[in-house]
């Protein structure tokens, strides 16, 4: 039995005292309405209302019930006011500040026509873990290892020339002992400022014989790409980065490095909800491969 329909129809007849009236306020049907009465009258083991002719009255039984069906259709119409404002509230995400206009575009088009409605705040790695943390929005994009994430990006090396080779390995941008060219160097943006990324890659740089100076932070993406661009340095950065800055990627020859992405949200089994519902146009936002898991529970490509 649907209570809150049944109770519906027992508070428009009682009050109109007529099954008639009452159930076209209702907007049911004269038997409709009776069925229902008679349903809740059945499941509650008590007569409610007193059927004379066409004219009905409420028994005492029905007299101590009618506040509180009344209070009942009040708390079902604050639930459907509730959910329908939770419906549009907008969901504040953190985003990494190195996705393109195009591609956020797209994110936000995604989520509309899924009936999500999205505030995208481009943030660095850390600050969209403050932003959540001071719950300044709702969900965040973090980045952690690409073990444990739901979306990878693979990373390589860009440049302004064509390098003429399938990988670009570090070791050939050691300077030689007579070189007088300026030493190339490579642009690290803030997004890739992550010990997963930026360790490895110093690691290499250090092994292979680069000097300190060779391998450098820039204060973002576009400042980097700009080195890259009038230069022959090199920008650490996805192949979508690379094609949007009309710079040629190759993926690096010594180490494979890998951004790794999940959702995080401040209230339990949201997270899951924003994956289930978003987590496709994220990856194209992120031009990411997705990640989901074995039976074992270990990380496999989708």
């Known amino acids: 039995m649907d209570l809150v329909r049944a109770c519906l129809a027992f508070v428009h007849v009682s009050?109109?005292?007529?099954?008639?009236?009452?159930?076209?306020?209702?907007?049911?049907?004269?038997?409709?309405?009776?069925?229902?009465?008679a349903a809740l009258e059945q499941h509650l083991g008590e007569v409610l209302l007193e059927r004379n002719g066409r004219r009905v009255a409420l028994t005492p039984f029905g007299q101590d019930v009618l506040p509180a069906a009344r209070r009942l259709l009040r708390a079902a119409d604050t639930l459907e006011d509730e959910a329908e404002t939770a419906k549009g509230r907008r969901l504040r995400l953190a985003v990494p500040d190195t996705c393109s206009t195009g591609r956020l575009a797209r994110?936000?088009?995604?989520?509309?026509?899924?009936?999500?409605?999205?505030e995208l705040c481009l943030a660095a790695p850390s600050r969209r873990a403050e932003l959540l943390h001071s719950q300044e929005v709702r969900a965040a994009l973090i980045a952690l290892p690409p073990a444990e994430a739901t979306?990878?990006?693979?990373?390589?090396?860009?440049?302004?020339?064509?390098?003429g080779v399938e990988r670009v390995y570090v070791?050939?941008?050691?300077?030689?002992?007579?070189?007088?060219?300026?030493?190339?160097?490579?642009?690290?943006?803030?997004?890739?400022?992550?010990?997963?990324?930026?360790?490895p890659l110093k690691r290499l740089c250090d092994a292979v014989g680069l000097r300190?100076?060779?391998?450098?932070?820039?204060?973002?993406l576009a400042a980097g790409a700009a080195e890259a661009l009038c230069s022959d340095d090199l920008l650490l950065c996805s192949?979508?980065?690379?094609?949007?800055?009309?710079?040629n990627w190759?993926?690096?020859?010594?180490?494979?490095?890998?951004?790794?992405?999940?959702?995080?949200?401040?209230?339990?089994?949201?997270?899951?909800?924003?994956?289930?519902?978003?987590?496709?146009?994220?990856?194209?936002?992120?031009?990411?491969?997705?990640?989901?898991?074995?039976?074992?529970?270990?990380?496999?490509?989708?």
């Open 107 to 118: 994110l936000v088009a995604g989520g509309r026509r899924d009936g999500i409605s999205l």
């Open 212 to 220: 300190p100076s060779q391998h450098l932070m820039a204060s973002g």
């Open 171 to 199: 070791e050939t941008l050691r300077p030689g002992r007579t070189d007088t060219a300026p030493y190339r160097r490579i642009w690290i943006q803030p997004e890739d400022d992550v010990p997963h990324i930026r360790d």
């Open 239 to 247: 192949r979508a980065e690379a094609a949007e800055l009309r710079l």
């Open 15 to 37: 009050e109109r005292g007529s099954f008639t009236i009452g159930a076209a306020a209702a907007r049911m049907s004269q038997s409709v309405a009776s069925r229902r009465v």
């Open 151 to 163: 979306w990878q990006v693979p990373l390589g090396l860009a440049g302004a020339g064509d390098p």
């Open 250 to 302: 190759r993926p690096l020859g010594e180490v494979e490095l890998v951004r790794g992405f999940t959702v995080v949200a401040d209230t339990g089994g949201e997270s899951d909800r924003i994956r289930q519902r978003l987590g496709e146009h994220i990856g194209r936002c992120l031009d990411a491969r997705t990640v989901t898991e074995t039976e074992d529970g270990t990380p496999r490509e989708a």
